[in-house]
């Protein structure tokens, strides 16, 4: 069975910054992350493919950073400047390179507040 399994999240004030992990059992054909705010649908905001090719949510452009590692199968999200408006609930996601099994972790809150 693949573990997959996410870390990190807090509360901030603005302008902070926080570091979200995220580590899967198995090879990956894409890492990344989703969030949503109360009240709110659920939205991709950074997916990183295997090959390198990288997308990000305008919302974050410029502020969080996704990292990949292949070999370890793990990615983290470095998140700076951090806004109100970020404050969410933020879900590691990813796709199995072999089966295509979409993965998700157990999501962990991150609270932008002065």
């Known amino acids: 069975q693949v573990q997959f399994v996410e870390s990190g999240g807090g509360l901030v004030q603005p302008g902070g910054s926080l570091r979200l992990s995220c580590a899967a059992s198995t090879s990956m054909y894409y890492m990344g992350w989703y969030r949503q705010a109360p009240g709110k649908l659920r939205e991709l905001i950074v997916r990183?493919?295997?090959?390198?090719?990288?997308f990000y949510k305008d919302a974050v452009k410029g502020r969080f950073t996704i990292s990949t590692d292949n070999a370890k199968n793990t990615a983290a999200l470095q998140m700076d400047n951090l806004k109100p408006e970020d404050t969410a609930v933020y879900y590691c996601?990813?796709?199995?390179?072999?089966?295509?099994?979409?993965?998700w972790g157990q999501g962990t809150q991150v609270t932008v507040s002065s």
């Open positions: 990183k493919f295997r090959g390198g090719s990288t």
């Open positions: 996601n990813g796709q199995d390179f072999e089966t295509e099994n979409e993965y």
